[in-house]
C-alpha cells in the first residue's frame, strides 16, 4: 500500500543514477553522522562535490516529479 501511494517518487528515484539514488539515500533520506565524509572516501571527492551532487539529484527528482 505504501508503496502505490508513493509510486511517483519510487519512479522518480529509478530514473536517478545509482550515486544519485545513494547520495540522496544518506544525505536527505537517511542522514547520518559522517555520512558526507563516507561519501567523500567511498566515491574519491571533495565534500563540496558532494553537496553540488546532492544539490543536482534533488533539482533532477523535483523536476521528474
Do not use: F
Not at 29 to 39: E, T
Amino acid at each position: 500500500r505504501l508503496l502505490r501511494q508513493n509510486a511517483p517518487l519510487e519512479q522518480a528515484l529509478a530514473r536517478l543514477s545509482r550515486e544519485e539514488r545513494e547520495i540522496l539515500r544518506r544525505t536527505v533520506a537517511q542522514p547520518r553522522l559522517g555520512a558526507v565524509d563516507r561519501l567523500c572516501q567511498e566515491l574519491d571527492i571533495e565534500p563540496a562535490t558532494v553537496y553540488r551532487r546532492r544539490n543536482k539529484a534533488l533539482k533532477k527528482l523535483g523536476q521528474l516529479l
